[in-house]
């Protein structure tokens, strides 16, 4: 077989377009996409969310981008998300979750149909605790590995995530493929993911993604009452903190003459009562009666004592 002849599988982002695609591209109708104005990313995403019964889709320039994008839609600064070994959202991505929206990835081996096992998905869910992330995402992938993952596998994970209040994505560069193998029920094989469907268009996957989002009540709703329970704790935090901050006087306030300190230090013993220093007051008395004690033994010398000490050192003679 010549080279002309050889199909190349290395990977689904090196085919090249035909004559056809290269003619369709050309004389496409165009617009100003920012303004909703380009009829043909409007009709593409009108299609395929009609396809596959999503509410709206949208176009974006990759695969990768289109798995970001769902992943920061769900989860927060500090969520983390539940994801295989071998998925692309956290091997090939260079770590985009982590670094560009501060999630954290919660690596599970997949099996070796390419599914996540039931219990190991459902053991990783963290409890809510404020000592660990909150797990708000599961993250699937079909095809993966060249493998196509069951549809009524697909049910029951996404199912299992909803019961415990988190979202789905769905990573679905090959999801036409999985479509075909599957017996051809387009709407099937998402089993309900929310975002993240990125089939590949035209001639490779870099030419473009799309993703599909479900109900923005649903995702609430399944979302429940644990991450409102957790935002209710961190105001009464918040609160307790503002109000500590404004009692306190400010580090080193107390200190005489540390660089940057306006205030002069307070009389030694006084008594801060409602804000204020009180000299003489009973504070002072107390430090008073402990000096007393002191002196008797023998741990300070009064102050007339003291002066008395010194004369005597110098020869000359304290006054009486």
Do not use: W
């Amino acid at each position: 077989m010549s080279s002309s002849e050889l199909i190349d599988l290395r990977s689904d982002t090196v085919t090249r377009p035909g004559a056809g695609m290269r003619r369709a591209m050309a004389e496409a109708e165009v617009g100003d996409d920012v303004f909703g104005d380009d009829p043909t990313v409007n009709r593409l995403q009108a299609v395929l969310a009609e396809r596959l019964g999503y509410e709206a889709g949208l176009f974006m320039p990759s695969g990768t981008q289109s798995n970001l994008t769902a992943l920061m839609t769900h989860c927060q600064r500090g969520d983390e998300y539940i994801v295989g070994q071998d998925a692309h959202t956290y091997k090939y991505e260079g770590g985009g979750a982590a670094v560009l929206g501060s999630i954290q990835p919660q690596p599970i081996e997949n099996a070796v149909d390419g599914s996540l096992p039931l219990a190991k998905i459902a053991a990783a869910i963290k409890p809510d605790d404020p000592h660990f992330a909150r797990t708000r995402l599961l993250a699937l992938e079909n095809t993966i590995g060249g493998k196509v993952v069951a549809l009524d596998y697909c049910a029951q994970a996404t199912a299992l995530a909803h019961a415990r209040g988190l979202a789905t994505h769905l990573d679905g560069a090959r999801y036409f493929n999985a479509a075909v193998a599957l017996g051809g029920d387009e709407r099937r094989v998402a089993a309900g993911a929310e975002v993240g469907l990125q089939p590949a268009v035209g001639s490779a996957e870099e030419v473009g993604a799309r993703a599909g989002g479900g109900g923005l009540e649903q995702r609430r709703e399944r979302a429940g009452a644990p991450p409102a329970r957790r935002l209710e704790r961190g105001r009464h935090r918040a609160r307790r903190v503002r109000r500590r901050a404004a009692a306190e006087p400010p580090r080193g306030a107390r200190a005489e003459g540390r660089r940057g300190d306006p205030r002069p230090r307070h009389p030694r013993g006084a008594l801060e009562a409602g804000g204020a220093r009180e000299p003489g007051g009973e504070g002072q008395r107390r430090h008073r009666g402990g000096e007393r004690q002191r002196e008797r033994r023998g741990a300070v010398q009064p102050p007339q004592r003291e002066g008395e000490r010194l004369e005597r050192a110098r020869g000359g003679r304290h006054p009486p």
